[in-house]
Structure formats: structure tokens, C-alpha cells
């Protein structure tokens, strides 16, 4: 029979010796670069935190400038805004993002109306312009009274004193309650006719003396009424844009309440929906607006 051919042993500790000994400059020059990789990796990790940690390219809360802040807005708007988007920590001046996070945290605070402008800046700064809303009228509320602009969105009446809130139109006959958060429409047609009244009456409102518009309790299209001391009323009809076809547009209206404000009150009802006896009278020229006739 024949023998199978024996297969030789190898020492494989003598192999892998051999091959260390044959290989041990190469081996060793992998080791150095391995070695030198995972230390430059640990170096520029450590550079690399204190890099996106300096002040020069990180946005802090007191580089933010902010611009548009009406005076009638007693909060601190900035850090609010800022606060309620989870801003007020550092924030990286290189995100392409950020232009538009402090946007829609600015946008997003019950006060503002729109955002003009966001700019960012080296060193780490940014300047946000904004444009505020502006109250125009206190609705009466069970508990209270609840700020509005002049389209009827609900402003935070915590930046209102008693005396401050004293001084603006009152809308009575609102038997609604606001049907969001502030910032947020107050969503009854009621207080949005309110506020545009309130709006377009402005300072005459103070200077004749009235104290509250409410909606007259009737039948057919909504109509509105100024009262102020137990002596006046001034019956003021459709709130401005919705006037008929037969009722003097709000101009005319609002030009009537200028006259009145310019000269004693008027004891009794003044109804604004007819036409006055003196509403078609030009106003009296003075002396030097007086023509000269020719010779």
C-alpha cells in the first residue's frame, strides 16, 4: 500500500518570530503612526472645544442687540424671547442656522409684530430689529381687562398697571373669551370691530371724555356706541369698513368727533350716522387766509 505524503510540521511560534524579526522596522513605523494619529485626534479634539468655547465665535445672550422695543412694553423682551426658544446658552456664530432661529424666537413673543432685520457680526454679536404690536383698546372680561391691537390680537396685560390700562378705549358687550395664547387673535368679530373703532378714534378718544364702546343691542347690522360721562353718548354706527351704502364712511365720523373734541361738550346723544347741520360747512377762513379782491 502506498504511504500518504506526510505534510512537514511547521514551529509557528518560530514562524511568527521570523516574521516579526523580518518585519520589525515596518511594524514599528505602523505603531509610530497609529500612536501619533490618536495623539493628534486627542490634540485637535481639546483645540477643537476650546475653538467652538471662545467668546469671539460663540453668541452670548448680552451680544444680542435688540432694536424696535416700544415704550409701552415693560418686559424684558430680549431675554424672554431668547429664554423661551432655549437661546440663552452660548450659541455658535458659524451655524447657518442661527439667522433664522433668532428670527423665530423673536417671532414667536406675543409683543412682536414682524422682524425687520437679523445681522450677525464678528466677534460673536447680532442686532434683531423688530416692530411691536400696539394697544389700542382693554376688553372687559370677567376678573379684569385683556389688551388688544388693532386687529384684535391679545397682548400680555401683565405689562399693564390699573392706571396705565385706565387710559385706553374700554370694549364692553364682549361675551367671549380669547381662543388662544397671548399673541394670538382674540377670534370674535365683536372685539375685532372693537379694535379697529378704538384705533381709528385715537387721541380724540381721551379728549372728549369717553370711557367705553360697546355694541348696540339690536337687530340687522352691528352698530356701536362712545359713552362717557352720564351726559354723552355719541351713537357712532358701523365700525370703520363696514359702513352701508347710506351711512358716512368713518372719515367723516371721525372728522365730526375732532369738532367736538375743539369746543364745549355737547349735552345729550350725538348721532354720528346723520349728517350734522355744520357738516357741510367749510371752515371759517382766517385773516390772512382771506382773499384780497382785486382793485
Known amino acids: 500500500m502506498r504511504r500518504g505524503r506526510q505534510i512537514p510540521e ?16 515596518g511594524l514599528a513605523a505602523v505603531a509610530v503612526a497609529v500612536a501619533a494619529s490618536v495623539a493628534g485626534w486627542s490634540v485637535w479634539s481639546r ?11 460663540v453668541l452670548r445672550p448680552e451680544a ?43 417671532d414667536m413673543h406675543p409683543w412682536v409684530a414682524r422682524i425687520v432685520s437679523v445681522q450677525l457680526r464678528h466677534p460673536a ?42 387710559r385706553y378705549p374700554r370694549l364692553a358687550g364682549v361675551n ?13 368679530p365683536v372685539v375685532e370691530e372693537g379694535a379697529v373703532l378704538a384705533a381709528a378714534i385715537g387721541p380724540e378718544w381721551e379728549q372728549l371724555g369717553l370711557q367705553e364702546c360697546r355694541p348696540v343691542v339690536g337687530v340687522g347690522p352691528r352698530k356701536w356706541e362712545l359713552v362717557g360721562p352720564p351726559t354723552r353718548s355719541i351713537l357712532f354706527g358701523s365700525a370703520p369698513g363696514r359702513e352701508p351704502a347710506d351711512e358716512p364712511a368713518a372719515a367723516a365720523k371721525i372728522a365730526r368727533l375732532r369738532r367736538l373734541a375743539a369746543r364745549p361738550a355737547e349735552e345729550g346723544r350725538v348721532d ?11 371752515p371759517e377762513k382766517s385773516d390772512a387766509q382771506r382773499s384780497i379782491p382785486s382793485p
Open 10 to 25: 511547521v514551529d509557528l511560534h518560530e514562524g511568527s518570530g521570523g516574521f516579526v524579526a523580518e518585519h520589525r522596522a
Open 272 to 282: 354720528l350716522m346723520h349728517p350734522a347741520a355744520d357738516d357741510g360747512r367749510e
Open 64 to 106: 444680542v442687540e435688540l432694536i424696535g422695543q416700544a415704550p409701552w412694553v415693560r418686559c424684558d423682551l430680549k431675554a424672554e424671547a431668547l429664554r423661551n426658544a432655549s437661546l440663552d446658552g452660548g450659541l455658535p456664530l458659524d451655524d447657518p442656522e442661527l439667522p433664522r432661529r433668532l428670527a423665530r424666537a423673536f
Open 176 to 188: 367671549s373669551s380669547p381662543q388662544g395664547p397671548e399673541g394670538s387673535p382674540w377670534g370674535d
Open 125 to 166: 454679536a447680532a442686532t434683531v430689529e423688530v416692530v411691536c404690536r400696539e394697544p389700542v383698546a382693554m376688553v372687559a372680561v370677567k376678573g379684569g381687562l385683556l389688551a388688544v391691537d388693532a386687529e384684535g390680537v391679545v397682548l400680555p396685560s401683565a405689562d399693564f398697571s390699573a392706571e396705565s390700562a385706565a
Open 47 to 57: 483645540v477643537a472645544e476650546m475653538t467652538r468655547s471662545h467668546p469671539d465665535v
